[in-house]
């Protein structure tokens, strides 16, 4: 059964402090690994990852993929508080593109 | 910039009525997808739809679902006869090919079955 899991399940910081998502994956057929962030109601794309070990950055949010030990790491840098939201993992696996979900990391950055 | 379209934002229905979810996918779009999450869960995968047909379903997508794209642009979800456990966001995803494969999600349909 495909698997994918993230940590920490929530997460309390202050402004200014840089976090670490981590998502982990078991799957068959692995494609992709995309990072969704989910404010208020729709998840929002921020990066997609095929390929080992290239950074992905846009502004203060990086991303990186470890496909030899399956898992991937979101880091935020000077957190601000509206990064406040859950952060979602999500896998393409199989022969499709549907996508399977890990439980999210929810955020919050205090002022 | 173009966006997924949800329709209702809300519904609420009685235990065993029929609901019909609608999405309008981003238009040169032509993979559809609906996902599913109950308050407090994660997202789960229910079904993708490519081409006139469903390409893959979750264990969730039971007999009580169908899916379809009646007149060529809104991407339904339907559900036959609802139950309390159906209660949930509702949310359409599409992407453009198999190439650009990057899902956007509608803002989702909160289902409310009493």
């Known amino acids: 059964e495909d698997k994918v899991v993230q940590s920490p399940l929530s997460l309390v910081v202050h402004e200014g402090d840089t976090v670490t998502l981590n998502c982990s994956y078991e799957?068959?057929?692995?494609?992709?690994l995309l990072w969704y962030k989910q404010e208020k109601k729709a998840p929002t794309f921020l990066f997609m990852l095929?390929?080992?070990?290239i950074e992905k950055k846009s502004g203060r949010l990086s991303s990186i993929l470890d496909k030899k030990e399956l898992f991937s790491i979101l880091n935020i840098t000077a957190t601000q508080t509206g990064d406040s939201a859950v952060y979602l993992c999500?896998?393409?696996?199989?022969?499709?593109?549907?996508?399977?979900f890990g439980a999210g990391t929810r955020l919050t950055v205090k002022p | 910039e173009p966006e997924v379209t949800q329709t209702p934002s809300h519904q609420v229905t009685q235990m065993g009525q029929e609901v019909i979810l609608r999405c309008v996918p981003i238009?040169?779009?032509?993979?559809f997808y609906w996902y599913r999450q109950i308050l407090g869960q994660k997202v789960e995968f229910l079904v993708s739809?490519?081409?006139?047909?469903?390409?893959?379903k979750s264990e969730i997508f039971d007999d009580q679902f169908s899916v379809e794209r009646p007149d060529g642009s809104n991407f339904t979800l339907k559900i036959r006869s609802t139950k309390l456990e159906d209660s949930a966001m509702y949310f359409c995803?599409?992407?453009?090919?198999?190439?650009?494969?990057?899902?956007?999600f509608g803002a989702g349909t909160r289902l409310s079955v009493l």
């Open positions: 995803a599409t992407h453009r090919d198999f190439v650009k494969n990057i899902q956007y």
């Open positions: 739809f490519y081409n006139n047909e469903i390409s893959e």
């Open positions: 095929t390929s080992s070990g």
């Open positions: 238009s040169n779009h032509l993979y």
């Open positions: 799957v068959t057929n692995f494609r992709s």
């Open positions: 999500a896998v393409e696996a199989g022969n499709n593109n549907d996508m399977r």
